[in-house]
């Protein structure tokens, strides 16, 4: 039976190991956001004050993460995807620690940005899902699994941040005699974070494999040494075949995912040489980025105000100090437990959408027209939710919130992973995703860095004046610009793999693919895609005599208008 009749498959082992090494940053990253107000009271700074420098907070890790996501996306280009994760996770492990441990305004601050300076993972396994997953069809599954993990580090981020910080006074029976925890009262949640970046390092090590093409057939010691853990608990079938084979994912997942082996890398190649930014920023590249930049500006101040809106006093409506529909003010007046409560509610049901919700949706209507209806659902959630605080009955006012929670959740859920295929599939070659990845990191942060930024301040601004809602309403405005973009975009065609058309007949005739020669206007595009089914596919063995692999050219973007 030829490849065609079995079809490419998800590469859902090394994407599963890919999840794990990641599962840490969103569970710490989140920790962050029940205790934050605390934590910035604690400097002495005052409440009105809370949520400007709360936010200069925030956006101080995402200014460095700016700042240095191109040369860590570079630096991928260079050294691998493997490494970089690497270093990434280990500083941001390093960096956790000492926050726990800040004991002023500065020193927080400058942890902060140290934390963003030395992590530009969210690029880089980005640019590695694209090349595990070059396939449109699995692209909706694959690019959403990053946004679930985040999620589902978020139902337990805000757990730690809410339950464990202050643990000498929320527990004084197990640790109100600990020096340690009294003098740092938020190092606790932080340690635990640490305990998953040390798994995440570990799994990342021993399991994950390289995608970065010319680093893939590098000797790797930790993938040796997990091959050695691992191999007591399976065991490996044996086939015999009469034509060379190569790896696959497909059965295997033992090499490398979804891209040809190449059993040597030629010297010099024209697809070596560094992107120009000509080819980098294409209008449709342009567009995707400025989406991206607005979605991100808005849906992480809207994380960071939230709980410092949520902490804020309350205040009981009368005729002084409200004059609806404008003229309010208050929050809710919780504490950092009741926070973490919402926040891991609120993560638990975004997993839900993420998982049930998001895939099947996007498969049936498409990566552009789910973002397009995400854009449309924010700016009314943001108006809506600071007139939560004047509900006096408690189970209506938590309903409500939920409520909004849950469309914004729908929303970001449905947005974030469009955007990442939307922005992959508008790329003109494969060879360009890590730069391009790099720089669409770069201007995120700049919107993640901005947002926070004004956000609190204009919370500040307006509660001193009696007004809570100016902060809502910038985010709401922020929203709908990012529709001008939105309704820019044209969905790519994908990336497929670009081969010689001697090559392509060849394969046909090897594969027996009859559709080559019958509709020659449009294979250029099918036919690559029967190229990459045939060689993902390849024969049943978990191993394969790197040897006898084939070089395959990099991957890039076929419009089929043009073809």
């Given at each position: 039976?030829s490849?065609?009749?079995?079809?490419?498959?998800?590469?859902?082992?090394?994407?599963?190991?890919?999840a794990?090494?990641?599962?840490?940053?969103?569970?710490?990253l989140?920790?962050?956001?029940?205790?934050?107000?605390?934590?910035?009271?604690?400097?002495?700074?005052?409440?009105?004050?809370?949520?400007?420098?709360a936010?200069?907070?925030?956006?101080?890790?995402?200014?460095?993460?700016?700042?240095?996501?191109?040369?860590?996306?570079?630096?991928?280009?260079?050294?691998?995807?493997?490494?970089t994760?690497l270093?990434?996770?280990?500083?941001t492990?390093?960096?956790?620690?000492?926050?726990?441990?800040?004991?002023?305004?500065?020193m927080?601050?400058?942890?902060?940005?140290?934390?963003?300076?030395?992590?530009?993972?969210?690029?880089?396994?980005r640019?590695?899902?694209?090349?595990?997953?070059?396939?449109?069809?699995?692209?909706?599954?694959?690019?959403?699994?990053?946004p679930?993990?985040?999620?589902?580090?978020?139902?337990?981020?805000?757990?730690?941040?809410?339950?464990?910080?202050?643990?000498?006074?929320?527990?004084?029976?197990?640790?109100?005699?600990?020096?340690?925890?009294?003098k740092?009262?938020?190092?606790?949640?932080?340690?635990?974070?640490?305990?998953?970046?040390?798994?995440?390092?570990?799994?990342?090590?021993?399991?994950?494999?390289?995608t970065?093409?010319?680093?893939?057939?590098?000797?790797?010691?930790?993938?040796?040494?997990?091959?050695?853990i691992?191999?007591?608990?399976?065991?490996?079938?044996?086939?015999?075949?009469?034509r060379?084979?190569?790896?696959?994912?497909?059965?295997?997942?033992?090499?490398?995912p979804?891209?040809?082996?190449?059993?040597?890398v030629?010297?010099?190649?024209?697809?070596?040489?560094?992107?120009?930014?000509?080819?980098?920023?294409?209008?449709?590249?342009t567009?995707?980025?400025?989406?991206?930049?607005?979605?991100a500006?808005?849906?992480?101040?809207?994380?960071?105000?939230?709980?410092?809106?949520?902490?804020?006093?309350?205040?009981?409506?009368?005729?002084?100090?409200?004059h609806?529909?404008?003229?309010f003010?208050?929050?809710?007046?919780?504490?950092?437990?009741?926070?973490?409560?919402?926040?891991?509610?609120?993560?638990?049901?975004?997993?839900?959408?993420?998982?049930?919700?998001?895939?099947p949706?996007?498969s049936?209507?498409?990566?552009?027209?789910?973002?397009?209806?995400?854009?449309v659902?924010?700016?009314?959630?943001?108006?809506?939710?600071?007139?939560?605080?004047?509900?006096?009955?408690?189970?209506?006012?938590?309903?409500?919130?939920?409520?909004?929670?849950?469309?914004?959740?729908?929303a970001?859920?449905?947005?974030?992973?469009?955007?990442?295929?939307?922005?992959t599939?508008?790329?003109?070659?494969?060879?360009?995703?890590?730069?391009?990845?790099?720089?669409?990191?770069t201007?995120?942060?700049?919107?993640?860095?901005?947002?926070?930024?004004?956000?609190?301040?204009?919370f500040?601004?307006?509660?001193?004046?009696?007004?809570?809602?100016?902060?809502?309403?910038?985010?709401?405005?922020?929203?709908?610009?990012?529709?001008?973009?939105?309704?820019?975009?044209?969905?790519?065609?994908?990336?497929?793999?670009?081969e010689?058309?001697?090559?392509?007949?060849?394969?046909?005739?090897?594969?027996?693919?009859?559709?080559?020669?019958?509709?020659?206007?449009?294979?250029?595009?099918?036919?690559?895609?029967?190229?990459v089914?045939?060689?993902?596919?390849?024969?049943?063995?978990?191993?394969?005599?790197?040897?006898?692999?084939?070089?395959?050219?990099?991957?890039?973007?076929?419009?089929?208008?043009?073809?």
């Open positions: 039976m490849p065609k009749g079995y079809g490419a498959k998800l590469p859902t082992k090394q994407l599963a190991i890919l794990v090494a990641r599962f840490a940053e969103p569970l710490a989140t920790s962050v956001f029940p205790y934050l107000p605390e934590m910035i009271k604690s400097f002495g700074i005052p409440e009105n004050n809370v949520a400007r420098w936010g200069l907070v925030g956006s101080t890790f995402s200014i460095s993460q700016s700042l240095f996501a191109v040369p860590w996306g570079r630096l991928s280009d260079k050294i691998g995807r493997k490494p994760i270093m990434g996770l280990v500083s492990m390093i960096c956790f620690i000492i926050w726990g441990t800040a004991s002023s305004l500065a927080a601050l400058t942890v902060r940005f140290i934390m963003g300076a030395g992590n530009g993972n969210v690029g880089i396994i640019t590695m899902v694209a090349e595990m997953v070059p396939q449109k069809e699995f692209q909706p599954r694959a690019f959403s699994l990053m679930l993990v985040w999620s589902i580090g978020s139902v337990f981020g805000p757990s730690f941040g809410g339950f464990f910080a202050r643990p000498a006074e929320q527990y004084p029976g197990l640790f109100g005699d600990s020096w340690l925890f009294n740092y009262p938020f190092l606790l949640p932080n340690l635990m974070a640490c305990l998953f970046f040390f798994i995440s390092v570990v799994v990342a090590i021993l399991f994950l494999h390289e970065l093409e010319t680093k893939r057939h590098e000797k790797d010691w930790g993938l040796k040494l997990g091959e050695k691992s191999q007591p608990f399976h065991k490996k079938p044996h086939y015999h075949h009469e060379h084979h190569r790896p696959s994912f497909v059965d295997a997942e033992a090499s490398a979804l891209l040809p082996s190449s059993g040597a030629p010297k010099t190649r024209k697809s070596d040489a560094p992107p120009t930014v000509r080819e980098i920023f294409t209008r449709q590249v567009v995707n980025i400025v989406a991206y930049t607005f979605l500006l808005h849906s992480v101040a809207f994380d960071q105000v939230l709980p410092v809106f949520l902490n804020y006093p309350r205040q009981v409506p009368n005729e002084h100090n409200t609806l529909p404008f003229h003010s208050g929050g809710w007046g919780l504490g950092s437990n009741s926070i973490g409560s919402i926040l891991t509610a609120y993560g638990l049901a975004c997993g839900v959408i993420q998982f049930f919700l998001f895939p949706l996007c049936r209507f498409g990566a552009l027209a789910c973002f397009k209806a995400g854009t659902l924010f700016p009314a959630v943001y108006v809506l939710l600071p007139y939560t605080a004047l509900v006096q009955d408690a189970r209506l006012r938590s309903a409500a919130l939920m409520v909004l929670l849950l469309v914004k959740g729908f970001v859920i449905v947005s974030f992973p469009c955007i990442t295929i939307l922005l599939n508008s790329a003109p070659s494969v060879r360009i995703l890590g730069t391009l990845n790099g720089f669409a990191t201007f995120s942060g700049l919107g993640r860095a901005i947002g926070p930024t004004v956000t609190g301040a204009t500040s601004w307006g509660v001193k004046r009696g007004y809570v809602i100016p902060a809502w309403w910038f985010l709401a405005a922020v929203a709908a610009l990012q529709a001008i973009p939105a309704w820019m975009i044209v969905e790519g065609d994908g990336l497929v793999r670009e010689d058309t001697d090559d392509e007949e060849e394969e046909a005739v090897l594969d027996g693919d009859e559709s080559t020669g019958d509709e020659p206007a449009r294979r250029g595009v099918v036919a690559g895609g029967d190229a089914r045939h060689y993902a596919l390849g024969p049943e063995p978990e191993e394969a005599d790197e040897d006898e692999d084939a070089e395959m050219p990099p991957l890039v973007r076929v419009n089929s208008r043009a073809s």
